[in-house]
């Protein structure tokens, strides 16, 4: 599976952006997708993680009520808007696919190459 993670870019503080994440090689229904992110100089975090149909999803706390995932399988894309952003939402967000959602990297073994989200105060 290859993945493609798009949608990122300057944003004001307060403002939404809605992240996409793409797939491509084989059937992207049966994967679990994870959303992480890197800050300058952080460790990659958890972000939010939805199973493979939709039916089930996490919210780490710092993006609880402000972000939501979805997917459309038929367009094997999972949606990640992002609302009332802040400074310290600022980060490369990667998008993550396995057999398994959960908020350990370990759990996905696909992976596409970031989009970068820049929030300005």
């Known amino acids: 599976v290859q993945l493609q993670a798009s949608g990122g870019g300057l944003v004001q503080a307060g403002g939404s952006l809605r992240l996409s994440c793409a797939a491509s090689?084989?059937?992207?229904?049966?994967?679990?997708v994870g959303w992480f992110r890197q800050a300058p100089g952080k460790e990659r975090e958890f972000v939010v993680a939805?199973?493979?149909?939709?039916?089930?999803?996490f919210y780490a706390d710092s993006a609880k009520g402000r972000f939501t995932i979805s997917r459309d399988n038929a367009k094997n894309t999972v949606y990640l808007q992002m609302n009332s952003l802040k400074p310290e939402d600022t980060a490369v967000y990667y998008c993550?696919?396995?057999?398994?959602?959960?908020?350990?990297?370990?759990?996905?073994?696909?992976w596409g190459q970031g989009t970068l989200v820049t929030v300005s105060s």
């Open positions: 993550g696919a396995g057999n398994f959602y959960g908020i350990r990297m370990g759990k996905y073994d696909y």
């Open positions: 090689g084989r059937t992207f229904s049966g994967y679990a």
């Open positions: 939805i199973g493979w149909n939709g039916g089930s999803t």
